[in-house]
Each structure stands twice: as C-alpha cells, then as structure tokens.
C-alpha cells in the first residue's frame, strides 16, 4: 500500500516537474499576499505583426502605438527566432495577478495635420489595418488568442478592421462606409488555476494560481463622449485622408482585465486549447492512410521484382555460366562492365551527396527530437535553432561522404572537392537568404536579421561547419576507395535506342509524382504555419510522413533503375539522384500553387521573399531526397552485381 503511493507519488512529480529549462511553470500569486517564490506582476510582451496578406513582418514599434515608459530590456532570443523573423518586446501593459481593471488608459496619442510624421503614422496605420495585419502578444509563455467561436480559438487578433463597399470584417458591427477602424481597446480575459490542490497547500487557495489561458476581445471606441463601459459606443475610424493643417486626431489606448478562475483545465495541458482548435486530424490520417497506399503499392512492385524477377535472373546466370552452351548474355548483366564506370561531373554529384547526407541527418534528428516533444510550441524558435546547429555540426559526415565517392568516381582534386562540399550548398542557402535580407531591410521589416546575426551566422559557417567539413573529408580520403563488385571495361558499351518509357527525362519526370503523393497533404500544413503563422506541432505525424517519403523516394528510384539496367542503360548514378531529387520540382510547383490560391499577396517585394524563402526549401528538398534515391539505388546495384558471376 505504501509503496504503491509512494510510487504514485515520484511518478506525479517525475511527470510535473519534467519541463525543459524556462518552460517550467510560473507560480503568481496576489501583490498584497506575497509568498515565497511566487510573483504577482504579469509581464505582457508584443512580437512582431504579420498577415496573409504579405510576407513582410513589421516589428510592434514600426507601429505607432503605446511604448513602455521606463527601459526595460527585451527578453533573449535565440537564433532561430532572430532568424526567422521574431521580435519579442516589452509591453506597457501592466497587469497584477487577480486585479481586475476596466478600461486603464495606457497612452493617449495626438496627430495635428501640421506635421508630416504625424500623418505618416496614421497611413503607416491605415495600411497596416487595411493589410490585416495581426498582433502576437505573449503572456507567460503564452500566445495571446482570440475566439471567434467557442472552439475555434486563434493566436494572434487583428490590429483593426475595415469596412468597404459596403461590407466590414469587424468583430462588431460598424455603420460607416469606407473606413479604417483601430482597435484601441483589448479586453483580456486571463484564466489561472489555483494552487490549492497542489505543492502550495491550502492556504494560497485564495491567493495564487498558474495562468492557464489569456484571451483578448478587441474593440474599436471613438472616446469622444463615450466610455468603455458603455455597451453601445461608436468605433473609432482613422481619417481617410492625411488631416489638414491644423486638424488634429487623437487615439486613446486602453485596456481591461478580467481574472477568471478555472480549476478544471491543468496547466499541463493548457496549450490544448489552441492546438486542438486547428481542425486536421482526420485529414492527417487520410493523409497517413494516402501514403501508406503508395507504399505498400510501391512495396509490393519491389518485392515482386527483387524476390521474384531478380531471382530468376540471378539463377538464369547463373546457370547459363555453368551450363554447356555459352549463350549469349541478356538483360542487366550484359551492362556489367560499365555501370561503374564514373560519371561525367563526378565532382558535382559527389558534393551535393555529401550536402544532402547533412540535410538528411539534420531532418531525421530534428523531426525526432520535435516527435519526443522537446522542441514543443511553448519553446519557441527552438526547433530551428535546433536545425542549424545540428546542421552545422554535421559537416564532418557530409566531408566524408563527399569524400569517399569522389575518390571511389577517381578523382584526384581533393582540395577542390573538400571545398565545394564546405562552401556550395551553404553557400547557395546564404547567399539567398542574405539578399533576401536586404529586401527586408529596405521594407525596413522586424524579419530583417541584424547585422550582428548574419557576422554570427558566417562565424558558425567558416569556423565551425568548414573545420568539421575538412576533418570528415580528412578520414574520407584516408581510407582506401570503394571496392566495386564488378570490374569496368576499358570501352564504354554502346547504349541501344531506348524506347520512351526509359527514356531519361519521362522517367525522371515519372520518379517524383509518387514521393511527392506521400506528402502533399502534410506539405499544406507546413505551408500554412510558415506562411499564415498557424502554428505546426503535428510531428508525430511528420515523422511518420518523412520515413514514408524516404521509403517512396528509394524504392521508385530502385524499380526505375532496375528498367532501365534491363533496358541497357548503365548511366545510373546521375538519374538515380535526379529521378527522386524531381520530387523537389513539385514541391515547387505545389508552392506556386499555394502562392495564387491561398496567399492574398500583392505587392512585388512579398512575392520576391515568398519565392525566394521557396527556392530554399526546394533546393535543400532536392539535396535531401536525390541524396536518398542515390543511396537506394547505389545500394541495389552493388547488391545484384556482387551476387552474379561474371567470368
Ligand atoms: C474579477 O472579475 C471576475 C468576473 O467579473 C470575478 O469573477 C472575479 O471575482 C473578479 N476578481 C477580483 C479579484 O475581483
Ligand atoms: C470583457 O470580456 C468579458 C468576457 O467576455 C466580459 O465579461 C467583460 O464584461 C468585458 N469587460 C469589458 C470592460 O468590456
Ligand atoms: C460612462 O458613461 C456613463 C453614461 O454616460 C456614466 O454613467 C458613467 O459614469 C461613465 N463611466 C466612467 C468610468 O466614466
């Protein structure tokens, strides 16, 4: 008995106190019942905006609204959120656990017509209201939500509404025509669960709690002659035009609190709200059940050929080399002198494998560690800080790779090579990404990396990544070069006229359909939380999605060089890669679709980050999955001719 609430027990703590560092929870409690421990000031932070509309996220301070009056400091971010464009701020929004306010004043803004950047507020303003941009507020780790319906909660709320041509999108209903309405009042509504029942006892039952959810109602209140605790009150639109000297135009930002307590949600699981309120999981599942028919299709082609064709030929050969009467040779074996024989632009090939090992291993671990639930939402930035340093730290495996099919293709320019493998795929990523940069910084965007990052960035290039690259090339050119099953022939066999079926570029535009099958569906979500901040957690699901993909990508890639060996064309090692890398062009095609259909972007410096933020994607997409199609097929090759006699 006892030991089996002892037991219960260590498991209870195990389970709570079982958090990654700064996602531990945070105890409040009332300012005037201080206990140990505990806090009673609320700190709200702002991140930046953003929207469907452009690509472009604006920092909270590019926006005239309220500032914090003394100092503070911003909290540290970490590289993938500098990276990718977060900009978490103080905020002058005070808040004292369990006080309720209604309608504090945080700032009361005034714009006269006589100067000019008074009225380039209002239209940054009205533009920002117009493209629907949305605040990301953040309170105890928390994003901030709006509900729109009682199961349909989403982060982030709008920073005003607009009606036009005689329709509005506003949470409320406004009469006027044409206008831009701001929301200069929130209400929030935090809930806490109160401490009673756990390690606090009782006796802060009525004074403490742990914040499970903050939800925000916007309002749009023109002040003149109101107040906000009228129910029927005019919303306040921002003139249309710039004002004329000597008009003037004020804003009054407010906001109210209301503490509710909720005993019945844990704060365990408190970020179930907002992840069980993106409605997919039954599409995932069809999407699972989608690829899993590929597969075992896929499978089940494999099996018949490897077990059953492949068997008979082996035996046939066999055979024949036993029998009485030399026949004449037939099928694959007829190309064994030649399908080793190394490939034109060796160099290249063996550096985009060597780049694409480290894109693979950087996914796999990734997606693994996001699947063990360490890179949870509540973390944030952590999964991509988490991509690029494992990127970075795996140089060495991409040196030796890269290494040792440079040497096995016979090439001598080792220096060359260890420094292609080092600088062009990175190269190409960095280069992208720092023009890119300078499109943002010209929109002057909070997604601009600052300067210092992209100084730190290269530093972990030149310094961390090449190092390793050149140790791992190291050991690869060091070891003896890859024993091929089959010798080459010193003259090269002449291909026969292939029919168009086997013809390379059908088949390499055959390859991709069926892996990108696998995962188009689980790609639109991906789409979705990296254009329209939806947030992404579904990784149990991508994991299984992603070896899905790297099972698709192999085995077509086998089957197709499996025809074409039968059809007598050796010049696999190129094909190999491209004929599963071609999934990289319908991802890209999937992506231009996404753009015209889902995204409402207009202005040319969005679409030129969107295309170009996709043309990352595809490349590192085109290394990782030709690198699996090469490795697939490199493997079947050397199997079946190691397995085959051959004089
Ligand atoms: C705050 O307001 C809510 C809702 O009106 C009420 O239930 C709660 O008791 C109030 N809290 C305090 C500390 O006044
Ligand atoms: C804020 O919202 C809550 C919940 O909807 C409501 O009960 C409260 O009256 C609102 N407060 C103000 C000042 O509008
Ligand atoms: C708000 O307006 C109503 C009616 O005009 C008035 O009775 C009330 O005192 C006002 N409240 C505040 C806080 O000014």
């Not at 500098?82 to 905020?91: A, L």
């Not at 003259?491 to 088949?507: C, D, G, H, N």
């Not at 991906?526 to 699901?541: E, N, V």
Request: net charge neutral; charged share 15%; glycine share 6%.
């Amino acid at each position: 008995m006892l030991k089996t609430v002892v037991l219960i027990f260590c498991i209870n703590v195990a389970v709570e106190s079982f958090y990654l560092p700064g996602l531990a929870p945070v105890n409040y409690c009332k300012k005037d019942e201080p206990l140990d421990g505990c806090k009673s000031e609320v700190k709200l932070f702002v991140n930046r905006l953003n929207t469907d509309e452009s690509v472009i996220p604006y920092e909270y301070h590019h926006f005239d609204f309220c500032l914090p009056v003394n100092n503070e400091k911003s909290p540290v971010e970490n590289l993938g959120q500098v990276v990718f464009g977060e900009r978490i701020r103080p905020s002058p929004y005070e808040i004292e656990f369990m006080k309720n306010e209604t309608c504090k004043v945080v700032c009361h803004k005034k714009y006269s017509g006589d100067k000019y950047a008074d009225n380039l507020q209002l239209s940054m303003l009205r533009k920002g209201i117009s493209l629907k941009y949305q605040h990301h507020w953040i309170v105890d780790n928390m994003p901030i939500t709006t509900c729109y319906d009682k199961d349909d909660c989403r982060t982030g709320f709008p920073m005003g509404c607009f009606s036009r041509n005689g329709r509005h999108n506003c949470l409320e209903d406004v009469g006027r025509e044409n206008a831009n309405y701001i929301y200069n009042h929130v209400n929030l509504t935090i809930t806490y669960h109160s401490g009673a029942h756990e390690e606090w006892g009782s006796k802060f039952h009525e004074n403490g709690g742990r914040i499970i959810s903050v939800k925000v109602i916007p309002r749009s209140i023109d002040y003149k002659g109101h107040n906000c605790s009228q129910f029927e009150t005019e919303p306040l639109a921002i003139p249309n035009d710039n004002l004329k000297p000597g008009e003037t135009f004020d804003i009054i930002y407010t906001y109210s609190i209301t503490f509710v307590q909720d005993d019945h949600v844990k704060w365990s699981s408190r970020w179930d709200y907002i992840l069980e309120s993106i409605p997919h999981t039954n599409i995932q599942w069809f999407s699972i059940l989608n690829s899993l028919v590929i597969v075992v299709f896929l499978s089940g082609m494999v099996a018949m050929i490897l077990l059953r064709t492949l068997h008979k030929d082996i035996a046939r050969y066999n055979q024949i080399d036993n029998g009485e009467d030399a026949q004449e040779e037939f099928g694959w074996k007829l190309v064994h002198g030649d399908v080793f024989r190394p490939p034109r632009k060796g160099m290249l090939l063996s550096v985009l494998l060597g780049s694409g090992v480290q894109v693979f291993f950087m996914t796999l671990v990734t997606l693994a560690f996001a699947c063990l639930g360490f890179l949870s939402p509540a973390n944030r930035g952590a999964l991509m800080t988490c991509a690029m340093v494992l990127y970075v730290l795996l140089g060495s495996p991409a040196g030796y790779i890269s290494a040792r099919i440079y040497k096995s293709f016979g090439g001598e320019k080792w220096k060359s090579n260890v420094l292609l493998t080092s600088m062009l795929a990175t190269g190409i990523v960095f280069g992208l990404f720092f023009i890119m940069n300078l499109v943002l910084w010209a929109k002057d965007s909070s997604a601009a990396v600052p300067f210092s990052t992209l100084i730190g960035l290269l530093a972990l290039w030149w310094l961390v990544s090449v190092p390793l690259t050149f140790i791992g090339a190291f050991f690869g050119f060091r070891k003896r070069a890859l024993e091929h099953p089959v010798r080459t022939n010193q003259i090269p066999r002449l291909i026969p006229e292939q029919s168009v079926y086997t013809k390379p570029i059908p088949s390499i535009i055959m390859g991709g359909v069926l892996p990108f099958g696998c995962i188009f569906i689980q790609l639109f979500f991906i789409l979705k939380s990296i254009w329209s901040s939806q947030m992404y957690y579904m990784f149990g699901f991508l994991f299984l999605v992603f070896i899905i993909l790297v099972i698709t990508c192999a085995e077509t890639t086998i089957l197709l060089c499996y025809f074409h060996l039968c059809a007598e064309d050796y010049h696999w090692w190129w094909r190999s890669y491209m004929t599963s890398g071609f999934t990289a062009v319908y991802l890209f095609l999937y992506c231009c679709h996404y753009f015209f259909t889902k995204l409402q972007i207009e202005d040319a410096a969005s679409a030129f980050l969107y295309f170009g933020y996709t043309i990352i994607m595809v490349f590192l997409f085109n290394l990782l999955t030709g690198t699996i199609g090469f490795f697939a097929c490199f493997w079947f090759i050397r199997k079946i001719y190691s397995v085959v006699k051959v004089d």
